[in-house]
Structure formats: C-alpha cells, structure tokens
C-alpha cells in the first residue's frame, strides 16, 4: 500500500515538473522578433498579426510545435504554405508561400481570386499577366470568401478555363462572357471566340496549337465554337489594322489584284477575311510570313499561287519563288531528295483555303493528309522541310516551325 501511495506521489510530482515547465516556457519564452520572408503581396506585419493572435501563440514554443506541421491558422487563408522555426527562446523565423491570383473582377476596385474562386484580395492595384472576367453578375463581393457569380456552374467554368490557360501556359489579358453564355478569350491581338462552355479543353489545346504558328503581332479573330476535337475546320479572320482587305475572289477562282499595303518595308497581299489569313506587320513570323494569295482557291485542282514578296523570314526566298504555282506537284520536290521515303511525325499545316490541317507528314517528296491525299497549298523546299500556303516553314522531323520570330 505504502509502495502504491509512494508510485502515485511520484507521478505527481512529475506531472507537477511538467505543468510548471510548459507554463514557465509559455510565459518566459515569449516572442519578440518575427523574420518573415517569402511574402510578395502581404506584408510582413500582416503576417505576424495575423499569426499571433493570443496569448497562446504568443509563445516561441507554442508556435513553433502548433505549425509543426506546416498548418496554416484560419486567419491566413492567402497563404499557401507556412513554415515556423524557432531561431532561439524569443525569436522566430516564418517562411511563407502566397496563394496565386489567377484571375480578378472590376467591382469598382479590382477583386483577385486564387485557383479556388476564393476572393484574396480587393484594391485599386492592377497586377501584370492576371486577366479580367467580364460579362459575369456579381453579387456583394466579400474578403476571404468564394466570388458571388450569378451560378456556381459560371465560376466553376471560370476556374477550369483559367487551369486549361496555365496549362497551356497561355497568358489572357480578358475572359469575356456574352449574355448567351458565349466565352471569348483575348490573347495578346488575338480574340479567340469558344463559344458555349463545352470541350474546352481541346479548344484551349488548339489555340496553343495555332498560336505557337502564329507572330505576336499576328492580330484578329480566331474562331473554335465548333471545335470537338475531331479535326473541324478552324478560321482566322484577320484584324483590319494588320492587313487591308481587297474584294473577294470569285467562285470561278479570278484572282483579284491586291493592291498592297506598305509594312515593315515588305508588300502584302490580302485574301478574304473569312478564312485563316496570315498577313502580319512583321513579315516574318509563323502565321503569314508571307501572305498566300489563294486565288484559285475555288478551284477544283486545289492549286494556288504564292506571292513571295512579303516573307522576309531571313530563311530566304528562293525556295518560295521555285513553287511559282504553289502546288505540292514534283516538280517543287526535285531537289529534296533527302525527304524520299516517308516521315512520322504528324504536323500541323495550312493548306490553300485557309484551313488547319492535322496529322500531315512527308511521304515520297509530297505533303499529304492522314487519308493519302496530297494537301493543296503545300510543298517541300529544297531543304527538305514543309512550307504551307502561309509560307510557314516546318520542320517534318521535329514539327518545329523554323521560322517564327
């Protein structure tokens, strides 16, 4: 009995140590220095209130064993990591992450939102490369809290959109929504109609698809509404700024003479604005280094003549000016003959009536489709690569465009 009663006392005793060490610890160890980095956004005194909100994680020892494991306090939802290390009994050093704003509302002020639709911030500040969402009804904007849009649907298509963006490492300056639901995405001068929230995400793989062909001067709209991811027919209707448009071609195919416009010291030609055009102010990049004037495009041979004078690529002109007629025909092929036999990766071309053509490649010196068909507009240069009716020069090794700017 006298040893069960002696076991009991000393456990006390223990326990007593105990108490009095972690209240001693919690009132003698208290902190007096916060050294915060990794903050761009919120600042440093921000983050220490926000994290030291009582008595209790008043406390170095506190503080430090409460984020032990990385947890973020309800007081931070902005950050996305947070990580505290006790440098000695009264200082600590907290080591952040923010979370990133991908999109913003205009409420009067500029209401930022994470991946989450969560609204982080709301101020007057306009942050680069973070694109606007327009078009959307808004109910009463609240810190912290999800972004009020009409439906829950709306913002869970703007958050997926935004994702497929980043994933495509694509940078919107503007996410449009039309009253029909109608979703335009604007890139640098390109406005990229999607139409309806649906197949998105080959629409956005398209577009990353069609601009990597494309100049960053290249201006105009680009049209995806009916794009599922079956190889439909996509059209470039190009911006009145970058080219001047002469009067449509005739069904019988009569070429109309283009009257030029002077830009960047180069003449371009313009064809009809309803199809993919690639006239641009450079002059030399992927998407109408030089403009093809499809004038027998209506034609049922497919054949089209290609004016070389406005592609100043630095690649040359030569091999341009040796398809005189701009078919794909062998006798634009006599001097490839490195390209005999048949290549395996599938390109992407544009072919005479301004369509995007997929899964091309090179066989026997001629540009042909996945059915065998030779692609009208195209033909292999006496280096050996593809060059389509926008004078766009690929690789058919790699499917590098060689010429982009």
């Known amino acids: 009995m006298r040893q069960k009663r002696k076991r009991h006392l000393t456990n006390f005793i223990i326990l007593l140590v105990v108490i009095l060490v972690i209240l001693t610890g919690l009132f003698v160890f208290r902190v007096r220095k916060v050294t915060v980095s990794g903050n761009s956004r919120c600042s440093a005194e921000e983050i220490e209130e926000d994290l030291i909100t009582d008595f209790l994680s008043g406390s170095t020892i506190y503080l430090w064993w409460s984020c032990r494991n990385g947890d973020i306090p309800d007081t931070m939802p902005y950050l996305d990591t947070l990580k505290v290390t006790m440098t000695s009994p009264f200082a600590v050093r907290v080591t952040v992450t923010e979370?990133?704003?991908?999109?913003?509302?205009?409420?009067?002020?500029?209401?930022?939102?994470d991946e989450d639709g969560l609204i982080l911030e709301i101020t007057d500040e306009l942050y680069d490369d973070?694109?606007?969402?327009?078009?959307?009804?808004?109910?009463?904007?609240?810190?912290?809290?999800?972004?009020?849009?009409?439906?829950?649907?709306?913002l869970r298509t703007i958050l997926s959109l935004l994702d497929l963006l980043d994933y495509q490492e694509l940078t919107a300056s503007e996410i449009r929504f039309a009253e029909d639901s109608e979703i335009t995405v604007y890139i640098g001068y390109i406005e990229a109609?999607?139409?309806?929230?649906?197949?998105l995400e080959e629409k956005i793989a398209n577009l990353k698809a069609i601009l990597n062909t494309m100049s960053a001067s290249s201006a105009g709209t680009l049209h995806l509404e009916n794009v599922t991811g079956k190889n439909e027919d996509i059209t470039f209707t190009p911006s009145d700024e970058v080219i001047i448009e002469t009067e449509a071609e005739s069904e019988t195919g009569?070429?109309?003479?283009?009257s030029g416009t002077e830009n960047g010291g180069t003449t371009q030609d313009s064809t009809d604005s309803s199809t993919l055009s690639g006239a641009t102010t450079d002059g030399g990049a992927a998407s109408g280094t030089s403009e093809s004037t499809a004038g027998d495009s209506g034609t049922s041979d497919g054949t089209e003549a290609s004016d070389s004078t406005g592609s100043d690529s630095g690649t040359g002109t030569d091999s341009a000016d040796s398809s005189d007629t701009g078919t794909s025909d062998a006798d634009s092929t006599d001097d490839a003959d490195a390209d005999d036999g048949e290549s395996t990766v599938d390109l992407m071309v544009f072919n005479s009536s301004g369509q995007l053509v997929y899964h091309v490649h090179v066989k026997d010196g001629v540009v042909i489709d996945s059915s065998g068909n030779e692609v009208p507009g195209c033909y292999v240069n006496e280096d050996g690569n593809v060059v389509?009716?926008?004078?766009?020069?690929?690789?058919?090794?790699?499917?590098?465009?060689?010429?982009?700017n």
């Open 388 to 404: 389509d009716a926008y004078m766009n020069i690929i690789d058919p090794d790699t499917g590098d465009v060689l010429n982009l």
């Open 193 to 199: 109609v999607l139409g309806q929230d649906e197949y």
């Open 254 to 258: 009569e070429e109309s003479d283009a």
């Open 99 to 113: 979370k990133e704003l991908v999109g913003y509302f205009d409420t009067g002020s500029n209401a930022y939102f």
């Open 130 to 154: 973070i694109p606007i969402i327009t078009g959307v009804s808004l109910g009463e904007i609240t810190l912290y809290q999800k972004a009020p849009t009409e439906t829950s649907s709306q």
